[in-house]
């Protein structure tokens, strides 16, 4: 059974920084392409960031300069560094694993940003 599960969302104030992780199980981790998702209310879901299984990234022009995504392969986990957190980051962030072909998400957690 796959399972992805994020952690690290929460309150944050304007300029402020988070990292969120999203531990992964039931696949091979290090031959999946992992990418972070958000979706903020009453909006889609937007990309936001991949890394590809040979540690190449890409990232959306709204976060670019500002997060970071890496993975630990020995840990199965691939994260996001938010820095410079603007009110307009705010949404549930979703974790996405792409493995032999299928698509596989998390179920997402909340980041916030306000004062």
């Known amino acids: 059974q796959v399972q992805l599960v994020e952690s690290g969302g929460g309150l944050v104030q304007p300029g402020g920084s988070l990292r969120l992780s999203c531990v992964a199980s039931?696949?091979?981790?290090?031959?999946?392409?992992m990418t972070w998702y958000r979706q903020a209310p009453g909006k889609q879901r937007e990309w936001v960031a991949i890394?590809?299984?040979?540690?190449?990234?890409n990232y959306a022009d709204t976060v670019k300069g500002r997060f970071t995504i890496s993975r630990d392969n020995a840990k199965n986990t691939v994260y996001l560094q938010m820095n410079s957190l603007k009110p307009e980051d705010t949404a549930v962030y979703f974790c996405?694993?792409?493995?032999?072909?299928?698509?596989?998400w998390g179920q997402g957690t909340q980041v916030t940003v306000a004062s």
């Open positions: 890394i590809t299984t040979g540690g190449n990234t």
């Open positions: 039931g696949i091979i981790f290090s031959d999946s392409a």
């Open positions: 996405k694993a792409n493995w032999r072909t299928k698509n596989y």
